[in-house]
């Protein structure tokens, strides 16, 4: 099953809102990614992060690997209507480098 | 670069019948991956390739499920005697595996086959 807890489970934000979703596990992972899923399509990676404490940007988007390997954070500033989507983080596991998801972070964003 | 490519995009069967998908993954790449997705879940590993030699299998995949990829380069997933419980989205990721580092290897998604079971 999931070992990936993420929160929220979904939000409704206004357009310009900052956005901070957080995801959480209880064992340690030496990389963490996030990913971003519109209806019907695959997910798209977003940010990876591949060092504890390591705080990575991507324009409007900042993650950070927490210190203690098990949690990251996302958060997305100045939230615009094509931001809505389903946001998954997620960690590699095992020598085939398997990807591992969360349980996912729903954003809606109103005009 | 075309992306991965997933073929069909939708298929809708009857329980019991065999369905086959496809999917092309981005040139070069070693690795191919697919995963199942069902409605409000995060994708679920499946199986994995390195060129043409399927290396690991989830659990979840039963005997009634099979993967190749013949010649390193696209992959099939077939399911045979399918059950409503197949319903789901099947996607296919490919990377380009040691060669594009260890640690920075990402995953590529294709946009996913969505199954209905009737």
């Known amino acids: 099953g999931q070992q990936l807890n993420q929160s929220p489970q979904s939000m409704f934000i206004q357009e310009g809102e900052d956005v901070s979703m957080n995801c959480t596990s209880s064992s340690i992972f030496n990389t963490w990614l996030w990913y971003k899923q519109d209806p019907g399509e695959g997910p798209v990676l977003l940010i990876a992060l591949y060092k504890a404490g390591e705080l990575t940007s991507n324009g409007r988007l900042t993650a950070q690997f927490g210190i203690t390997r098990k949690d990251s954070f996302l958060n997305i500033s100045a939230s615009i209507p094509s931001d809505v989507g389903i946001y998954f983080c997620a960690v590699r596991t095992g020598t085939a480098s398997k990807l591992t998801f969360g349980t996912g972070t729903r954003l809606q964003v109103t005009l | 670069d075309t992306g991965v490519s997933q073929d069909p995009r939708h298929k809708i069967t009857k329980r019991g019948q065999n369905v086959t998908f496809r999917c092309d993954p981005i040139?070069?790449?070693?690795?191919l991956y697919w995963y199942r997705q069902t409605l409000g879940q995060g994708p679920e590993f499946l199986t994995y390739f390195q060129n043409e030699a399927q290396l690991e299998k989830s659990r979840l995949l039963s005997d009634r499920f099979s993967a190749e990829r013949p010649k390193g380069s696209f992959s099939t997933l077939e399911i045979q005697r399918t059950e409503q419980g197949d319903s789901a989205m099947y996607l296919c990721?490919?990377?380009?595996?040691?060669?594009?580092?260890?640690?920075?290897?990402?995953?590529?998604f294709g946009p996913g086959t969505r199954l209905t079971v009737l």
């Open positions: 990721a490919s990377s380009l595996g040691l060669a594009g580092g260890v640690i920075s290897d990402t995953q590529y």
């Open positions: 040139s070069e790449h070693n690795r």
